[in-house]
C-alpha cells in the first residue's frame, strides 16, 4: 500500500472493450497507487467488472472526445499527483521507483516525460520512430489539463518538465488484424480533422506522402533494423497515411457523411 508520508498519486485510464488489456495495466499501479479511476465508454466486453474486481473506481459514460474524458478522469482525482495510462500500457518496476522517489521526495517540476518501449506484432521495436518516443503522463494535479486531439490528447501547463528514464511498457499492435484496424480508425479520424480544417489531398498527394511515410519510416528511421517487423510497420505506416488522404480526397468528392 502507499505510504502515508509522501505525495498521493491517482492513476487515470479511459477505455472501451479493454478486457484482454486493462487488468494487468491496473495490476502494474494498483499496489502504489492512492486511487485508480477509469473512465468507460459504453464497454460491452466486461471491462467495467475487471476494474472494478482489481479495486478501481469505474465511471460510465459518454464518449465526448480524448481530451474531455481525460478531464472528467482527472476531475475525478483528489491527489498531488496524476499519471494517466492507456489500457495496453504497464508501468516498469525500474519506472514505478523513479515515481516513488518523486512522490517521497518531491519536485519542482509540473511534468515527468518518460519514453515509451512498444510492441509490433510481438517484438519491442528500437527503430522505426517508435523509440524512445517520450510521452508526457506523470504530472501535478492541479497544474495540468487535457487539450482534445483528433486521435490522443495532450497537456497544457506551465512549468518545467522533468525526465524519467524508465519506460512505460506498450503492447501496441499485438497482431496484423489490430494493426489494419489502427489504420483504418486512425486514417479516418486524421481524414475528418483535416477536412475541418479546410485541407484538400488528391490521389497523387496519397501516393506521394504514403510513399514518404514508408521511406520515412524504413530508411531514415531505421526501420529495417528492427527485421521483419520494422518492414511490415513502414508498410503499416504507409498504407494508413495513404488512406488518410485518400478518405480526404473522398470527402471532399462527395461531401461528409
Known amino acids: ?43 460491452t466486453d466486461g471491462t467495467q467488472d475487471i476494474c472494478r474486481q482489481l479495486g478501481a473506481r469505474v465511471f460510465e459514460t459518454d464518449w465526448p472526445g480524448y481530451g474531455e474524458q481525460s478531464n472528467r478522469a482527472l476531475r475525478e482525482a483528489r491527489t498531488d499527483w496524476v499519471l494517466s495510462l492507456d489500457a495496453d500500457e504497464r508501468i516498469s518496476p525500474e ?15 509540473t511534468v515527468y516525460s518518460m519514453p515509451r ?3 509490433f506484432c510481438g517484438r519491442f521495436m528500437k527503430h522505426s520512430g517508435w523509440w524512445p518516443d517520450r510521452i508526457r503522463r506523470f504530472f501535478k494535479r492541479e497544474q495540468v489539463t487535457f487539450f482534445d486531439a483528433p486521435v490522443h490528447s495532450h497537456l497544457v501547463f506551465e512549468g518545467t518538465v522533468g525526465d524519467f528514464r524508465a519506460p512505460i511498457i506498450h503492447y501496441s499492435i499485438p497482431d496484423l488484424k489490430a494493426a489494419l484496424d489502427k489504420a483504418n480508425d486512425y486514417s479516418t479520424a486524421g481524414a475528418a480533422a483535416a477536412y475541418a480544417k479546410g485541407k484538400r489531398a488528391s490521389l497523387g498527394s496519397a501516393i506521394g506522402h504514403g510513399l514518404w511515410a514508408f521511406i520515412r519510416t524504413y530508411i531514415i528511421q531505421r526501420g529495417f533494423l528492427d527485421g521483419a517487423e520494422g518492414f511490415m510497420l513502414a508498410v503499416s505506416n504507409a498504407e494508413g497515411t495513404y488512406y488518410r488522404y485518400v478518405k480526404l480526397m473522398m470527402l471532399h468528392r462527395h461531401g461528409k457523411r
Not at 495495466?25 to 464497454?43: E, K, L
Open 1 to 43: 500500500m502507499p505510504a502515508s508520508n509522501r505525495a498521493t498519486l491517482a492513476v487515470i485510464i479511459v477505455a472501451k472493450n479493454e478486457a484482454a488489456d486493462i487488468g494487468d495495466c491496473i495490476r502494474s499501479v494498483r499496489d502504489w497507487a492512492d486511487d485508480v479511476i477509469v473512465f468507460d465508454s459504453g464497454s
Open 95 to 109: 519506472l514505478r521507483a523513479e515515481m516513488i522517489a518523486v512522490l517521497e521526495s518531491g519536485s519542482p517540476h
Open 117 to 119: 518501449s512498444s510492441s
